[in-house]
């Protein structure tokens, strides 16, 4: 390879820099906008178009990163149990939680689009946006959804639940440690649980729950909603 560009090191060394940098971006400067992730993504989509780089390229570095996701997926179990007493405590109040927050992460979604007239095939691709990127890809590969579509509605959806959930949150006048974290990793799943680790651990605890448990609830809930929806998409 005479072109560094094509060289998945190149690829894996630019995103960790790139990430690396954004992260001081944020921690100096404290501004939801500065979000790690969403500087990350900016700049290397500016980066790619700058140099005519091909997106495949790219990610044949990607995909050795995305490696580690599962790793950092289990890790989350660690401040998980540490907090098991907390979470034996509230089990009624996460089971509903839960429930209502799956619910409205595929209704706030699937539903507005369907009543925008949206096809039944975005309507699907929408609808598991809260769940994290490989359950959101099964579930809509499996209705019959577009699955980048779904790729990118999710990793937006954390980004934003990041960026506005914690002033969001605060702004309803949620007090509970417990609600905060569940509410950040229910509707913002991975991104979001990395947001609410900032805020103590028992928030990071609560949203790696909601992480889990969502998926699977997103999972259940999406083709019973849809089928509730189908009236609204045959009408458009």
């Given at each position: 390879?005479?072109?560094?560009?094509?060289?998945?090191?190149?690829?894996?060394?630019?995103?960790?820099?790139?990430?690396?940098?954004?992260?001081?971006?944020?921690?100096?400067?404290?501004?939801?906008?500065?979000?790690?992730?969403?500087?990350?993504?900016?700049?290397?989509?500016?980066?790619?178009?700058?140099?005519?780089?091909?997106?495949?390229?790219?990610?044949?570095?990607?995909?050795?990163?995305?490696?580690?996701?599962?790793p950092a997926v289990v890790a989350l179990a660690v401040p998980l149990y540490e907090r098991l007493g907390d979470v034996r405590r509230n089990v009624r109040a996460i089971a509903a939680a839960i429930l209502a927050g799956g619910a409205a992460g595929v209704l706030s979604a699937a539903g507005i689009?369907?009543?925008?007239?949206?096809?039944?095939?975005?309507?699907?691709?929408?609808?598991?946006?809260?769940?994290?990127?490989?359950?959101?890809?099964?579930?809509?590969?499996?209705?019959?959804?577009?699955?980048?579509?779904?790729?990118?509605?999710?990793?937006?959806?954390?980004?934003?639940?990041?960026?506005?959930?914690?002033?969001?949150?605060?702004?309803?006048?949620?007090?509970?440690?417990?609600?905060?974290?569940?509410?950040?990793?229910?509707?913002?799943?991975?991104?979001?649980?990395?947001?609410?680790?900032?805020?103590?651990?028992?928030?990071?605890?609560?949203?790696?729950?909601?992480?889990?448990?969502?998926?699977?609830?997103?999972?259940?809930?999406?083709?019973?909603?849809?089928?509730?929806?189908?009236?609204?998409?045959?009408?458009?």
């Open positions: 390879m005479n072109d560094p560009f094509e060289s998945p090191a190149f690829s894996v060394a630019l995103t960790l820099g790139v990430y690396l940098l954004a992260t001081r971006a944020y921690a100096r400067w404290r501004r939801a906008w500065l979000n790690n992730v969403l500087l990350s993504i900016v700049a290397l989509i500016l980066f790619l178009l700058a140099t005519g780089s091909d997106y495949e390229t790219y990610n044949a570095g990607g995909r050795v990163i995305s490696f580690f996701l599962g689009a369907a009543l925008l007239g949206a096809s039944r095939a975005v309507v699907v691709s929408l609808a598991p946006k809260s769940a994290t990127t490989p359950i959101a890809i099964c579930i809509a590969a499996e209705l019959g959804g577009i699955e980048a579509l779904t790729a990118a509605i999710v990793i937006a959806t954390g980004v934003l639940g990041a960026v506005i959930g914690p002033w969001f949150l605060r702004l309803a006048g949620v007090r509970s440690r417990l609600a905060f974290g569940l509410a950040l990793g229910a509707a913002a799943h991975g991104i979001g649980t990395a947001r609410a680790a900032e805020e103590g651990r028992l928030e990071e605890a609560m949203s790696s729950l909601a992480l889990c448990l969502n998926g699977i609830a997103t999972a259940l809930l999406t083709p019973l909603l849809l089928r509730a929806l189908d009236p609204l998409i045959a009408a458009s």
